[in-house]
């Protein structure tokens, strides 16, 4: 399993937090690419994770990257939402959180081939929502943070529910 810092002009410099969270997520994803992605003016800390496991049953291809783009806040505000780079066609299949749009907020990425998945830990996108059910603990291990969000993301993804 591998953890790579990227080494951009930006200079992303892992509080000791993220680096404990990573540690924890490395159990559970194979390869993780840790850099930053600023969009509209908004510097967010990108986590990567190359090629999770697809279910067969209901995708064409065995895997895709995740992106989590984690807001300034982390973590006192999760992500909104993950984003694949997987195209997936799901009008008519009955998946109504991958919508090749993206909303609540996250940025719109498609262009860039990266589509969102609306996925998250608890009721809904506000803010006032997020204050009440994401849970993150001074303990990193003990509350919410990047592992649960991860196994979250893959569970919704591939779930047919």
Known sequence: MTITISQD????????????????LE??????I????????L????????GMPLSSQKF?????DVLFLLPPEYPQLPPIGCYLNYPWNTTGEGDHHFTRQSYYGA????DEGWYWYCVGLGGGFNREVWLNSWKP?????????????????????????
């Open 34 to 41: 840790v850099g930053n992605k600023t969009i509209e003016g």
């Open 107 to 110: 940025p719109f990425l498609s």
């Open 27 to 32: 159990k559970l994803a194979k390869n993780i």
């Open 43 to 50: 510097r967010y800390t990108a986590i990567l994770i190359k």
């Open 60 to 64: 064409t291809v065995s895997n895709s």
């Open 9 to 24: 002009k930006l200079e992303l410099q892992p509080t000791p937090r993220l680096i404990e969270e990573l540690k924890i």
């Open 137 to 161: 603990s001074q303990k990193v291990d003990k509350g919410h943070n990047l592992a649960t969000l991860f196994v979250t993301a893959r569970h919704a993804i591939n779930s047919d529910d």
